[in-house]
């Protein structure tokens, strides 16, 4: 900050003398350094907390495990296949939308809750709408857990 040259005025006012210091072309000029080490600390702060938050999302991943042929499932597999236009099949059985859910639920009613499971087969032409409309269907039928199968060609 620049000193200015300064004039001196004296007040007399009773008693007293009141110097008054006048400064010419006083500049006002803003210190960032508190600004700075402000910002510095709350980097720090930020930088050290980023790697602790956590952000969970539970995925179970299996291993690939390949058949002899193709279209073989087992019979306590239950399979939900889905095509381009939006059909259904239900362990390759042809099923409406609107029985859907009902099949589903007499399918896995009796079961176990771990013996509860759908995978849900789309293929490449099936909208995204789709899918999710038949896994939401699935757990409103009573899946346990639904799992996603791909339907990719043997090399």
């Known amino acids: 900050m620049k000193r200015h040259a300064a004039t ?3 007040v007399r006012t009773g008693k007293r003398t009141i110097t008054v210091l006048a400064v010419k072309d006083a500049q006002a000029d803003i210190n960032v350094t508190p600004l700075i080490d402000v910002v510095l600390v709350l980097l720090i702060i930020f930088m050290v907390m980023t790697p602790l938050v956590e952000r969970d999302l539970s995925v179970q991943l299996s291993t690939e495990k390949r058949t002899q042929q193709p279209s073989e499932v087992a019979p306590t597999q239950v399979l939900v296949a889905l095509d381009g236009r939006g059909a259904l099949q239900i362990n390759q059985q042809p099923v409406s ?8 639920r007499t399918l896995l009613s009796g079961r176990a809750p771990e013996d509860q499971v759908v995978f849900v087969v789309a293929s490449d ?31």
């Open 8 to 10: 001196a005025k004296r």
């Open 125 to 155: 032409e099936t909208s995204y709408a789709n899918l999710v409309e038949a896994i939401d269907r699935a757990k409103q039928a009573g899946a346990a857990m639904v799992g996603l199968a791909t339907d990719t060609p043997i090399p």
């Open 97 to 104: 939308r609107t029985e859907y859910v009902e099949r589903l």
